[in-house]
């Protein structure tokens, strides 16, 4: 459960670090990188730990899955509360294809 904590820790930081700045058109893009940079440092320190307690449990690849897993429902959540965009149902649709991938990973062949 702490992998999972701090890997949506780490997705909050991260989605703010790459799309946050989408709201600020106007600031100049120098400025939106060096302002996503400091962001990101707070997500490696939740993303790094995160895999190191994670890798005694799970392999790299279901970490990577996890990861994605977290991301697209941290970002779907963003872009509806902060960015104001809607969810699509193709969106949805594609969302749920990775989750059934999530099933083939996770699964005991």
Same mark, same amino acid.
């Given at each position: ?18 799309? %946050?700045?989408?709201? !600020?058109?106007?600031?100049? @893009?120098?400025?939106?990188?060096? &302002?996503?940079? =400091?962001?990101? /440092? ?11 307690? %994670?890798?005694?449990? !799970?392999?790299?690849?279901? @970490?990577?899955?996890?990861?994605? &897993?977290?991301? =697209?429902?941290? /970002? ?20 749920? @294809? ?12």
């Amino acid at each position: 459960m702490r992998t999972i904590a701090l890997l949506t820790i780490s997705n909050i930081f991260m989605t703010f670090a790459w799309y %946050g700045h989408l709201k !600020f058109r106007e600031v100049p @893009l120098y400025k939106v990188v060096v &302002v996503s940079w =400091l962001i990101a /440092f707070f997500e490696y320190c939740f993303q790094v730990p995160a895999n190191r307690i %994670g890798s005694y449990e !799970f392999t790299a690849a279901q @970490l990577k899955t996890i990861q994605e &897993v977290i991301t =697209l429902t941290v /970002f779907a959540v963003f872009s509806v509360l902060y960015l104001k965009q809607p969810l699509r149902w193709n969106y949805l649709a594609g969302f749920a @294809l990775i989750v059934a991938a999530v099933a083939v990973i996770f699964r005991k062949w």
